[in-house]
């Protein structure tokens, strides 16, 4: 899997190209590393998703990058590469039940076990919908 690393890509072309892969999981950026542990992460999370991945860091690449993984990357490792690769505070989220929950108790469990679990809780949610 490869997403396109590049100065002039939004925060949204980045979420819909991981969305291709992933489209029970939410790749949410943030400002800053947040390194602080009563630092509440919902003060540094960017809510405009035209924002450009340039204006987030200054680690990205000169020219496009492809950013190659496996979908058995492990969530944390998937955040960690990003983060010290380009400088990209990235943190995965998951649709739970018609929701976005932080896969922060589960960053053990690879990005296709957590889109699975997305899409159990989200096929319970249509079932019962419908």
Do not use: C
């Amino acid at each position: 899997m490869t997403l396109n690393i590049r100065k002039n890509a939004s925060v949204a072309d980045f979420q819909n190209a991981f969305n291709t892969y992933f489209p029970y999981l939410k790749a949410v950026f943030f400002r800053n590393p947040m390194e602080e542990p009563n630092d509440f992460w919902a003060n540094h999370m960017v809510l405009n998703n035209q924002i450009l991945l340039s204006e987030l860091s200054d680690n990205l690449p000169q020219f496009d990058e492809h950013f190659t993984f496996s979908p058995n990357i492990t969530v944390a490792e998937f955040e960690n590469a990003l983060q010290s690769r380009y400088g990209l505070t990235v943190r995965v989220f998951r649709k739970h039940y018609g929701d976005l929950v932080e896969t922060s108790n589960s960053r053990n469990l690879d990005l296709e076990g957590q889109n699975e679990k997305g899409a159990a809780t989200s096929q319970i949610v249509e079932d019962v919908i419908l």
